[in-house]
């Protein structure tokens, strides 16, 4: 293994190991507090353009196995841990973590002070960082890509089965979301992001679900009337990226926090209960608290933390939204209830809610 570098554009410098695919890399650098779950998270399709940090100081140990990963193609830009472990002990597993970056050409850098970086990127806000085997003065930080037009699916899948039909559409979906709508028995058909209301209304689905996926919502703009057109025919649930663009396309306001909500462990707070659950969040943009019209949606969720809103529910509509991950791959399962609770209620609400509008 040869000395790498992780410079940040602030400037600062962190040495260790290289592992992983041998190139360079730029991104976002971000933190993830989760004490497992790192298949999951380096396979999520809403770390695209970014290098994850992980808290937790040892990674690797259980290996890689064949089930766990939430999408094909990792679109990760890198990772950074602090001690790797190259014997993992898992009777699933089938490959190391330093090969599973390597094979999906993903860089990396080992022993590094993940304590400190975790510091420096709180104390300087989420910043851009260059892993490479040099080190780095300066580097130009480029325009960013339009992620979810890289990790969304390019054509209509559709997935049979006997309970309601629901459509997925994928900013960049994870796995575990459709699986666990398969297992609530729904066929799921997922379409592209960009997929208009008329050909969502074509394939006549019971429900409609916006996934997560990466980047500033903001960049989805164009398309929020035709997410506003759906929203107002279908049942319909967002999660986290999906919450933010129907917030977005009723008129709110959305912003980036200093260095985002990603981990199993973010403490969030039912309202109408006062119950506290334990969620799965990965997210940098918030809905802006002044900016939801209290005349159209209720907010039902708030985090412990900080105060900022993860969920509302409209007053007219049944369109649910959250900012965490309810079906929870990694992380803990408090909040499953939600995608059986939209499931639930598909048969019965259906269309007839909107007759009478």
């Known amino acids: 293994m040869e000395n790498g570098y992780l410079t940040l554009e602030t400037g600062e410098v962190f040495e260790g190991v290289l592992i992983g695919a041998e190139k360079d890399s730029l991104g976002e650098v971000v933190f993830n507090t989760s004490m497992t779950g790192y298949q999951e998270i380096i396979t999520d399709p809403s770390y695209a353009g970014q290098i994850i940090t992980f808290c937790y100081p040892i990674i690797g140990s259980y290996g890689i196995n064949a089930i766990d990963d939430e999408s094909i193609t990792p679109a990760l830009s890198g990772v950074v841990i602090g001690d790797l472990c190259e014997t993992p002990s898992h009777y699933q597993s089938i490959n190391k973590f330093s090969e599973k970056l390597k094979q999906a050409n993903v860089p990396g850098i080992a022993g590094v002070d993940t304590r400190l970086l975790v510091k420096t990127i709180r104390s300087r806000g989420t910043v851009k960082g260059f892993l490479s085997k040099e080190k780095k003065a300066s580097f130009q930080t480029t325009e960013t890509a339009f992620w979810v037009d890289k990790v969304s699916t390019k054509k209509t899948q559709f997935f049979k089965n006997q309970g309601p039909h629901v459509v997925l559409i994928d900013f960049g979906h994870k796995k575990s979301i459709l699986n666990a709508l ?139 939204t959250v900012q965490f991950h309810p079906e929870a791959h990694p992380g803990p399962s408090d909040t499953e209830y939600i995608l059986k609770d939209f499931v639930k209620h598909l048969a019965s609400v259906g269309e007839t809610v909107y007759a009478a509008k």
């Open 182 to 320: 398969l297992e609530e028995n729904c066929a799921v058909t997922i379409v592209p992001y960009n997929t208009s209301f008329e050909k969502i209304k074509a394939l006549n689905p019971d429900g409609v679900l916006l996934s997560n996926g990466p980047g500033d919502p903001m960049e989805l703009k164009q398309w929020f009337p035709e997410i506003k057109k759906v929203t107002q025919k279908f049942p319909t649930l967002g999660i986290c990226l999906g919450h933010q663009l129907i917030a977005l396309a009723y008129g709110a306001k959305t912003e980036k926090l200093a260095y985002g909500h990603r981990g199993g462990n973010h403490p969030v707070k039912e309202l109408n209960t006062g119950k506290v659950k334990i969620t799965a969040q990965n997210h940098g943009f918030v809905v802006v608290d002044e900016s939801i019209d209290e005349n159209v949606f209720n907010i039902t969720y708030r985090n412990v933390n900080d105060k900022s809103i993860e969920g509302l529910e409209h007053q007219n509509y049944p369109i649910k």
